[in-house]
Structure formats: C-alpha cells, structure tokens
C-alpha cells in the first residue's frame, strides 16, 4: 500500500480498540467474574472510563464547533458542553444503574449530533460508519450492564 492507501487507517482502528474496555468490563460485571478486582472496582473503571470517552467525544464536536462555520455551530457548542457536564454531574450524583443508562443516552446523542455534520460533508462517510458501529456496541455494552449486572 502507498501513503494514501495507509492513511487513515489507524483511527478506525483507534475507535473499535476504545470499544474494547466497554466490552470487557461489561461482560465481567454482567457475569459476575471480578478476577480480584472486586465488582466495585470493575463498575467503577466502567464508569470513569465512560465519563472519560464520552468527554473526548464531546470534546470533539467542540473542536467541529471552532473548525467549521455550519448553521449548528451554537447547537454544537452548546451540547457539547452540556454533555460533558451532565456526564460529570451524573458520575457524581446518580445511582450506578443510572448513570450507565445517562452514558448510553449520552453517546448516542453524540452520535445524532453527528448526523446532520455527515449530511454536510463536514465529517465523511467513513468516519459516520465508524461512530455508528462503535456508538452501538457501547451503548449496547452500557444498557445490558445496568440491565443484567447483579451489583447494580
């Protein structure tokens, strides 16, 4: 492959990879295997690690809020901002089961953010498919631990 071939290929990479914590904490807590660990340990890198993702994806329609001169530039701004807030105050405030539930919405608000982006051709098809994908295994990663895990 030459340069333009290999370009870009690492951040798909990168976003299925970050899926990988939401996966492997998810089914430890859902099957009850802590591996020393202890479940609160588990439960709490679950949700400090989602806090921390779903603050870089908002992070990152902020960086789309200063990069572009779009008709949602005030929405984006705004939103991104609040969800990494409600994000924070969620970890803070709510029940465990809660705040994976507020993640998942959270991510997949993200994610709805970033469809009228696509259909602008501010962010291309390629990535559009990627945050898809990923925004659906963690969602789903999130939904079934509040749903199925027995700490919770």
Request: contains cysteine.
């Amino acid at each position: 492959m030459n340069h333009s071939e290999t370009q870009g290929i690492y951040w798909p990479n990168l976003a299925f990879a970050g899926t990988l914590p939401f996966i492997a904490l998810s089914m430890l807590l859902i099957t009850g295997s802590h591996h020393g660990l202890g479940m609160q340990g588990l439960l709490l890198a679950l949700k400090s690690y989602g806090l921390l993702i779903v603050s870089f994806m908002a992070g990152s329609l902020w960086g789309l809020h200063l990069a572009h001169d779009s008709g949602i530039r005030r929405l984006l701004a705004i939103t991104s901002n609040a969800a990494a807030l409600l994000a924070w105050f969620g970890f803070l405030l709510v029940s465990d089961r809660a705040f994976l539930l507020l993640l998942a919405g959270l991510f997949v608000l993200l994610l709805l953010l970033d469809l009228p982006l696509w259909k602008q051709h501010l962010i291309d098809a390629r990535y559009f498919r990627v945050r898809l994908l990923a925004t659906t295994i963690v969602a789903a990663c999130l939904i079934a631990t509040a749903s199925f895990a027995s700490l919770i």
